[in-house]
T-cell receptor, first 110, second 115 residues
Framework: DQQVKQNSPSLSVQEGRISILNCDYT??????FLWYKKYPAEGPTFLIS?????DKNEDGRFTVFLNKSAKHLSLHIVPSQPGDSAVYFC?????????FGKGTRLHILP | DVKVTQSSRYLVKRTGEKVFLECVQD?????MFWYRQDPGLGLRLIYF???????EKGDIPEGYSVSREKKERFSLILESASTNQTSMYLC??????????????FGPGTRLLVL
């Protein structure tokens, strides 16, 4: 039973436009959410996070939105750049557990 | 600049062999983690450690053990490798405060093939 779901395996976005990556979760007790980005042949790198007591967190071009009633998390990248092409993992935590989604591969088109 | 290194980028082993995967971090982090990444399954936590000689099971510990004799080093051990342990193995570390709320820094990964 997947507790953290990224339903889109891949997404293609034109350079300069907005990329929106989605993540749904099932456990309302999750207290912290994170996004990691992974390039091929490299380990994931931390991108942005949000506590369950907030509904938005912004860091430069990256904004994460949390809708607790819908159990939905989204990452917005504006504007999208070629270097954003990567696999993005969302993750949710509760005490000593961390659950990652399967990832979404983002392609930024020239 | 945080650095997490893993002993091998690629490893080929035979079924039944004992396999050691080593991870070293240079930032004096208390927490260390081992994940595996498989296509269509994302990252799954195998084991983690929040202190020397301490270890906790993650979601998929079966078939694995770990060792943390020194703060900077966290080893993953496959006692008897099996083909279903063919995977990408990722090590990570983070500071103590808030097990996951502190950013995890990942190593480059070890791609293990078990024949």
């Amino acid at each position: 039973d997947q507790q953290v779901k990224q339903n889109s395996p891949s997404l293609s976005v034109q350079e300069g436009r907005i990329s929106i990556l989605n993540c749904d979760y099932t456990n309302s007790m999750f207290d912290y959410f994170l996004w990691y980005k992974k390039y091929p042949a490299e380990g994931p790198t931390f991108l942005i996070s949000i506590s369950s007591i907030k509904d938005k967190n912004e860091d430069g071009r990256f904004t994460v939105f949390l809708n607790k009633s819908a159990k939905h998390l989204s990452l917005h990248i504006v504007p999208s750049q070629p270097g954003d092409s990567a696999v993005y993992f969302c993750a949710a935590t509760l005490y000593d557990k961390i659950i990652f989604g399967k990832g979404t591969r983002l392609h930024i088109l020239p | 600049d945080v650095k997490v290194t893993q002993s091998s980028r690629y490893l080929v082993k035979r079924t039944g062999e004992k396999v050691f995967l080593e991870c070293v971090q240079d930032m004096d982090h208390e927490n260390m983690f081992w994940y595996r990444q498989d296509p269509g399954l994302g990252l799954r936590l195998i084991y983690f450690s929040y202190d020397v000689k301490m270890k906790e099971k993650g979601d998929i510990p079966e078939g694995y053990s770990v060792s943390r004799e020194k703060k900077e080093r966290f080893s993953l051990i496959l006692e008897s490798a099996s083909t279903n342990q063919t995977s990408m193995y990722l090590c990570a570390s983070s500071r103590l405060a808030g097990l996951y709320q502190e950013t995890q820094y990942f190593g480059p990964g070890t791609r293990l093939l078990v024949l």
